[in-house]
């Protein structure tokens, strides 16, 4: 439902454990919105954890503070939450659970959508927060890997991949 007719990243997942024979993958879905496709693939099977970061409430609906899982974690954050907000998600709440869970290799939902120029919605992540949101995504596990996912502002998604190109480099 919504903007993903194809869930790349559940592919992804499943590509990666069965050819690469990986027993865990954790996806982290930073995109404006709940990732309610990802989480009904998943979500009774205990071998991926699925984080998803998102404006709520907002479009789909889903994905409130009461919507958890063993292996889901939704972490709604309120309009115009920006880097300070998404960083303490990530330190208080993101990164203790992908290190309980321990994966083989994280994919990262990548939308930009919450940059602060995006006239989508309405949050004020920088392009220094996907840079370092990106670097603590890599930083969690051996492997990692990303797919694009939203941005609607065509002048600035480019040096917004790049920020988080660059931040997946730097944990390496």
Request: aromatic residues 8%; negative net charge.
């Amino acid at each position: 439902m919504g903007f993903c007719v194809f869930n790349n990243i559940a592919i992804a997942a499943r590509a990666a454990q069965r050819q690469l024979e990986l027993g865990r993958v954790a996806i982290i879905d930073y995109d404006v919105h709940h990732g309610n496709g990802t989480e009904a693939v998943f979500a009774e099977d205990d071998s991926v954890l699925f984080v998803s970061l998102h404006q709520w409430p907002f479009y789909p609906g889903s994905g409130g503070p009461d919507d958890q899982r063993e292996t889901t974690l939704n972490i709604p954050l309120r309009a115009g939450s920006g880097d300070e907000e998404y960083l303490r998600a990530f330190e208080e709440t993101v990164e203790p659970a992908v290190a309980r869970f321990e994966p083989e290799l994280v994919l990262v939902s990548a939308g930009f959508d919450a940059h602060e120029g995006d006239p989508l919605a309405d949050m004020r992540v920088s392009e220094d927060g996907f840079r370092e949101l990106s670097r603590r995504c890599a930083a969690m596990a051996p492997r990692v890997a990303a797919v694009l996912e939203g941005g609607y502002e065509i002048e600035t998604l480019p040096g917004l991949v790049q920020s988080a190109l660059d931040g997946f480099e730097a944990a390496q």
